[in-house]
């Protein structure tokens, strides 16, 4: 398979056809995959805020002055920055030394995903509201009836650094089951499910990079899903999470 970014695609804006501006630049196929950042979804559907816009309640302004006593005063905390993650979260499941949320639409990451970089001269850019229904609008403005998925960075529980993972796609599963199938010793798999759409997005991450490219769109070819059964499971259900549960009855002590 080939991955390559989409090249010259302009400042994204409010408004922006993302869909429309990706076939001016690249002559599309079917079996194409297309994968957008969600930076630039968010910044064409006007999800760019200042901290202004988020006046602090007192568990904001709580949470905030935890998070300071904790790093210390060199690196004091944003009462107002902590509102904007609440109101962009279902669920708080980390309080300190850093804020770790549920946002609304399911994923799970530090901050609610919130970026305060490559935001286009505002203070915040938050998350698409439903990156799935984003990834289905792209895909309507394709001239060919090619996947979409929206991607994101996030770090990961045990290891360093940030990848690439997917927040909404359309026209593709979210994972491929290969349960029921066996190995090459004939052992039966009976928990392997392969979530596609996050490799994907890896992929795409390896391509268009962390800072300054401007390369925001990847399109990856000559890929296929494969005969496998399909699932749009991707966010864990919170009965079963384990890793979840055990967070709901830990707190920081420091």
């Known amino acids: 398979m080939e991955a390559f970014a989409v090249p010259d695609l302009p400042e994204i804006e409010e408004g922006d056809d993302i869909g429309a501006l990706v076939a001016e630049r690249v002559d599309l196929r079917e079996d194409d995959v297309v994968l957008v950042a969600s930076t630039v979804v968010s910044k064409a559907e006007g999800r760019a805020y200042d901290l202004d816009d988020f006046p602090p309640g007192p568990r904001a302004?709580?949470?905030a002055?935890?998070?300071?006593e904790i790093?210390?005063?060199?690196?004091e905390r944003d009462p107002r920055f902590a509102q904007a993650v609440l109101e962009e979260s279902n669920e708080l499941l980390m309080e300190a030394p850093f804020l770790l949320t549920e946002t609304r639409f399911g994923h799970v990451g530090v901050n609610a995903g919130i970026d305060r970089s490559n935001t286009g001269g505002a203070d915040l850019l938050l998350l698409p509201r439903r990156p799935s229904e984003s990834a289905a609008r792209i895909r309507d403005s394709?001239?060919?009836d090619a996947p979409v998925v929206v991607t994101d960075t996030s770090g990961r529980p045990f290891r360093h650094g940030q990848v690439g993972v997917a927040l909404g796609w359309d026209?593709?599963?979210a994972s491929r089951d290969w349960r029921g199938e066996t190995d090459r010793d004939g052992h039966?798999?009976?928990v392997t499910v392969e979530s596609v759409v996050d490799e994907l997005a890896a992929t795409a991450n390896l391509v268009t990079g962390e800072g300054d490219d401007g390369t925001p769109v990847v399109v990856?070819?000559?890929w296929a899903f494969g005969d496998h059964e399909g699932s749009e499971n991707l966010f864990r259900e919170v009965q079963g999470d384990f890793v979840r549960e055990a967070l709901r009855g830990w707190e920081f002590d420091g």
């Open 61 to 63: 302004r709580e949470i």
């Open 171 to 173: 026209g593709v599963p």
């Open 220 to 222: 990856v070819r000559d």
């Open 71 to 75: 790093a210390g005063d060199e690196e």
């Open 188 to 190: 039966e798999l009976e």
């Open 65 to 68: 002055a935890r998070i300071t």
């Open 142 to 144: 394709l001239p060919v």
